[in-house]
């Protein structure tokens, strides 16, 4: 049986923990509250008022005037996360973590019913209570996509437990895109052809859905009826990275392009940093633009080759928004490299594409870096730009590197 274990309004759950003043009362995580910028969470206090993740502060700020806003700690957080984790390891092997806040476990043995590991999900919902004083919501049914919708059908401190039968009578009367991958894009095609919710999706032929999704067509069908053979990947065996990337709002908006493009340089070196320091290489590079109305616009080129330097993954994405940007204002620019594989151990190719001692000075940096702090180190070539703003979004050298990092797995 599968469990997934979501934390209530973990950021914002974590900070009420942390500091009793702010417990019942309605509380914002996002960046240096002082700055622009987005909720990263929001407290159950304050989500009837309609504030939500990626929402602008200046517009969470119309709609909860009484929030107490928090500057989050991304630290803080993981530690907690790696606690959590230690949690679920003293009761099974087979866990999965999902997000920082997320966690499939596979728990009992084959024959273990519902009831079984609902008993398993309310002791641990006491532990996590007890020991961080936090809220978890638990979903439980026999594969991820059962457990992982269950757990958002009550919220906060919930727990639902079902089977196929059990899904399709909770779920098939909802819209389409209530269903775990079906994002707003697909759920609007879906429509198109007539597939208003989950349950149309479900008794809908499945020669048309192939037609319209190819291969991915059946298997939204599955879906639809609670069917799922995604394997649980243990934390043992670990999960590769498919992407990995660094997006920064901008402190104001700019249509400068020197500054746009010194901020590139200052993102492409970060993800190559961070691509060298997990031991991987990347393909393809894109680029996120949005503008002050938040459209954003995405862009990727292939490379020819793999790489973990930041001057390839610059140059592209520099090209890339040469090509793509309107000269319109921008609020947030963002490089992110994908198609990753892990770097070998000795390449011989980078030693033949770059002088010995270049390769040698790229490593001494990451020491540097490694010991003093990412932002202890940056291309010269950022330092003018830095200077058009009023304020410098990475945060003074030597200081905790600004921006936002993402990592998906």
């Known amino acids: 049986m599968i469990l997934l274990v979501d934390m209530d309004a973990f950021f914002a759950s974590v900070e009420q923990a942390h500091h009793p003043q702010l417990r019942g009362k309605p509380v914002i995580v996002c960046g240096d509250p002082s700055r622009r910028g987005v909720v990263t969470a929001a407290s159950y206090e304050a989500r009837p008022s309609g504030v939500r993740a990626g929402m602008p502060l200046q517009e969470a700020r119309r709609l909860c005037p009484d929030a107490i806003y928090v500057e989050g700690d ?16 003293s009761i099974t092997p087979d866990v999965e973590p999902f997000s920082v806040d997320e966690a499939f476990l596979s728990v009992g043995k084959p024959g273990t019913t519902l009831d079984d590991a609902s ?10 209570d007890a020991r961080f004083g936090l809220g978890a919501s638990i979903g439980i049914g026999p594969n ?12 906060p401190r919930g727990l639902t437990a079902l089977d196929e039968a059990g899904f399709r009578a909770e779920f098939w009367s909802q819209e389409v895109q209530a269903l775990w991958g079906v994002g707003e894009k697909m759920s609007a095609r879906l429509r198109e052809i007539g597939i208003m919710t989950v349950g149309d999706l479900g008794r809908a032929p499945a020669g048309p859905l192939k037609a319209e999704f190819g291969i991915i067509g059946p298997q939204l069908k599955e879906a639809a009826w609670g069917k799922d053979d995604t394997p649980l990947v243990p934390y043992h065996e670990g999960v590769e990275a498919k992407s990995m990337g660094h997006e920064v709002t901008l402190a104001e908006d700019s249509d400068d392009p020197a500054m746009l493009e010194g901020m590139l340089l200052r993102l492409s070196d970060q993800v190559a940093r961070r691509l060298r320091s997990e031991g991987y290489v990347g393909r393809t590079v894109c680029v ?7 459209v954003t616009r995405l862009r990727q080129r292939v490379l020819e080759g793999f790489t973990a330097e930041h001057r390839p993954i610059f140059e592209t994405a520099r090209a890339l928004m040469r090509e793509h940007w309107r000269g319109d204002a921008l609020r947030l620019v963002g490089v992110t490299v994908s198609q990753l594989e892990r770097a070998p151990e000795h390449d011989q190719s980078e030693l033949f594409a770059h002088d010995l001692k270049a390769v040698r000075l790229r490593t001494a940096l990451d ?8 932002a202890s180190l940056i291309p010269a070539a950022t330092m003018t730009r830095r200077r058009r703003l ?5 945060g003074p050298v030597g200081g905790r590197p600004g921006g936002r990092a993402r990592r998906e797995a």
């Open 74 to 89: 991304p630290e803080k957080y993981v530690a907690l996360s790696l606690q959590l984790l230690n949690l679920y390891l």
């Open 119 to 128: 008993v398993i999900a309310r002791d641990l919902q006491r532990t996590i």
């Open 144 to 155: 991820k996509l059962i457990a992982k919708m269950a757990a958002g059908v009550r919220k």
């Open 288 to 294: 996120k633009l949005r503008d002050r109305r938040f």
């Open 367 to 374: 020491r540097v870096r490694d010991r003093l702090g990412e």
């Open 390 to 394: 009023k304020h410098v979004p990475f």
